[in-house]
């Protein structure tokens, strides 16, 4: 019914174009947790987790395989979702900035890379992960503003969306297609990095205190 009315607009574009950006990242988020939330785990549950732990690889080489393969996977499905949007009645995505686009993609996808190898590390069952995902990830991913802007909410609910770094993320990511955003992006980045410093730094440690990982 949304889409239907082509006069409505939000940040000077029609909704279609307005979702499009944020649907590419929220995809791209869900998929990278998805990937390194799953990689640790199998092995524990397998019993293949020495395949992780006995190559000649540090922590650090291990930690940024782990991510590097999730962030490659979230830049595939958004590269495959970009190309779908193009062909989308009434989405007119072009890119304004292409460095927000990737900056604001790698650092999103980096940071729930991270989340979701905590979560492997963490999980002893797949029940685990799964709880994680749907009480925690797409709740963020829901109240980041993909389908709103953060002046349409109530001051009290806009605060604690600006609390959330997916809203950071995907009105970066947004930016950088249409121009126009509800955050400062320096702040955005600056914000991002934050988290993705602390969370590499969780699951540097963790991996190297072999926590839940060696018996």
């Known amino acids: 019914v949304a889409l239907g009315r082509g006069d409505f607009q939000i940040l000077g574009v029609n909704l279609a174009t307005f979702l499009a950006p944020g649907l590419i990242a929220m995809a791209m988020m869900t998929?990278?947790?998805a990937n390194s939330s799953f990689s640790v785990l199998?092995?524990?549950?397998?019993?293949?987790?020495?395949?992780?732990?006995?190559?000649?690889?540090?922590?650090?080489?291990?930690?940024?395989?782990l991510v590097g393969?999730?962030?490659?996977?979230?830049?595939l499905v958004g590269a495959a979702i970009f190309a779908v949007m193009l062909v989308w009645p009434d989405?007119?995505?072009?890119?304004?900035?292409?460095?927000?686009?990737?900056?604001?993609?790698?650092?999103?996808?980096?940071?729930l890379g991270f989340m979701g190898l905590l979560t492997s590390i963490w999980a002893e069952k797949f029940d685990h992960?799964?709880?994680?995902?749907?009480?925690v990830i797409l709740p963020l991913s829901?109240?980041?503003?993909?389908?709103?802007?953060?002046?349409?909410?109530?001051?009290?609910?806009?605060?604690?969306?600006?609390?959330?770094p997916f809203h950071y993320a995907i009105s970066g990511f947004r930016y950088g297609f249409i121009g126009s955003a509800d955050i400062n992006?320096?702040?955005?980045?600056?914000?991002?990095?934050?988290?993705n410093l602390l969370l590499g730094l969780a699951c540097y440690l963790l991996l190297r205190s072999g926590w839940k990982l060696k018996p």
């Open 91 to 111: 989405v007119h995505l072009g890119i304004a900035h292409f460095w927000a686009v990737a900056i604001f993609g790698v650092l999103a996808a980096a940071m």
């Open 42 to 65: 199998v092995g524990k549950l397998q019993g293949t987790i020495v395949d992780y732990l006995m190559p000649p690889l540090s922590e650090l080489e291990l930690l940024l395989a």
């Open 185 to 195: 992006i320096g702040s955005g980045i600056a914000i991002l990095l934050a988290f």
């Open 31 to 33: 998929n990278s947790f």
């Open 142 to 164: 829901l109240l980041s503003g993909t389908f709103y802007t953060i002046d349409r909410l109530n001051p009290a609910f806009a605060s604690v969306m600006m609390a959330n």
């Open 69 to 75: 393969a999730a962030v490659t996977r979230a830049l």
């Open 129 to 135: 992960a799964a709880a994680i995902t749907n009480f």
